[in-house]
T-cell receptor, first 112, second 114 residues
């Protein structure tokens, strides 16, 4: 069985500061890893994903995540956050043609 | 950009009543899913559907739940006799391939059982 752990339920940060949202996973097979973002009263949007190849993946709005197999982690980072990044961020894992297993989410609160 | 459309956005129903949540997946997608998110909790998998049959379901998806693709475009989730604990946000998703490849989620239906 697969599982995802997001240790931080909430991360407050000031605008233009760097941020890291932590994600650790557990799986007995090869995995695919995802970060989804949920803005208030909206659905889930794919932020970025790791399927294979380069372990560092980037999104179009400045987020990046690095797949670390030895530490079973897929932490999400952004060097400088904006107020508009305030949202809930979910890490998820899948093993191919299977369902997504989500973490409990991290609420990123960006203040001026 | 193609979207997954869910209706209604919010539904209130009385305990014991049947509800049908509707979804229109992206037209060339082959895999369809329902997930739910109880307020303040994580997103949980309910069921996946491929080739007109359920391919996987979770423990949550008991006999009270059913899915259907009645007309080749809609994908519905039926809850036969709602319980208070069914109150949640229900997300539909579709993909060209399984396992999160190219997943697109709808904006969700908030179901409130009173």
């Amino acid at each position: 069985a697969q599982s995802v752990t997001q240790l931080d339920s909430q991360v407050p940060v000031f605008e233009e500061a760097p941020v890291e949202l932590r994600c650790n996973y557990s799986s007995s097979v090869s995995v695919y890893l995802f970060w989804y973002v949920q803005y208030p009263n909206q659905g889930l949007q794919l932020l970025l994903k790791y399927l294979s190849g380069s372990t560092l993946v980037e999104s179009i709005n400045g987020f990046e995540a690095e797949f670390n197999k030895s530490q079973t982690s897929f932490h999400l980072r952004k060097p400088s956050v904006h107020i508009s990044d305030t949202a809930e961020y979910f890490c998820a894992v899948s093993s191919g043609f299977q369902k997504l297993v989500f973490g409990t989410g991290t609420r990123l609160l960006v203040s001026p | 950009e193609p979207e997954v459309t869910q209706t209604p956005s919010h539904q209130v129903t009385q305990m014991g009543q049947e509800v049908i949540l509707r979804c229109v997946p992206i037209s060339n997608h082959l895999y369809f899913y329902w997930y739910r998110q109880i307020l303040g909790q994580k997103v949980e998998f309910l069921v996946s559907f491929y080739n007109n049959e359920i391919s996987e379901k979770s423990e949550i998806f008991d006999d009270q739940f059913s899915v259907e693709r009645p007309d080749g475009s809609n994908f519905t989730l039926k809850i036969r006799s709602t319980k208070l604990e069914d109150s949640a946000m229900y997300f539909c998703a579709s993909s060209t391939r399984g396992g999160g490849y190219g997943y697109t989620f709808g904006s969700g239906t908030r179901l409130t059982v009173v």
